[in-house]
């Protein structure tokens, strides 16, 4: 999932960094307009796979509708 688009672009300018990337590709199943516009701005070189967009986030950057949690659930039940 790209939600806010924070976290890949993080990773993505630490490995182009460190390696000699030619071409830089990024699979989400889902996506929000807002991940998808930071992603663009801060790596526009690199081109998006995505499954589906999502227009909205709730305040807590959860993609509306989404896939509910399943980011988080993927990892068990939360306490």
Same mark, same amino acid.
């Given at each position: 999932m790209l939600a806010?688009?924070?976290s890949i672009v993080e990773v993505c300018k630490e490995l182009l960094a460190q390696y000699d990337i030619k071409e830089l590709h990024i699979a989400a199943v889902i996506a929000s307009t807002e991940g998808i516009e930071h992603v663009r701005a801060? *790596?526009?070189?690199?081109?998006?796979? *995505?499954g589906a967009v999502d227009e909205e986030m709730t305040s807590k950057a959860f993609i509306v509708p989404g896939l509910g949690d399943a980011g988080d659930l993927a990892f068990g039940e939360k306490m």
């Amino acid at each position: 999932m790209l939600a806010t688009g924070q976290s890949i672009v993080e990773v993505c300018k630490e490995l182009l960094a460190q390696y000699d990337i030619k071409e830089l590709h990024i699979a989400a199943v889902i996506a929000s307009t807002e991940g998808i516009e930071h992603v663009r701005a801060n *790596l526009p070189k690199a081109h998006l796979w *995505l499954g589906a967009v999502d227009e909205e986030m709730t305040s807590k950057a959860f993609i509306v509708p989404g896939l509910g949690d399943a980011g988080d659930l993927a990892f068990g039940e939360k306490m």
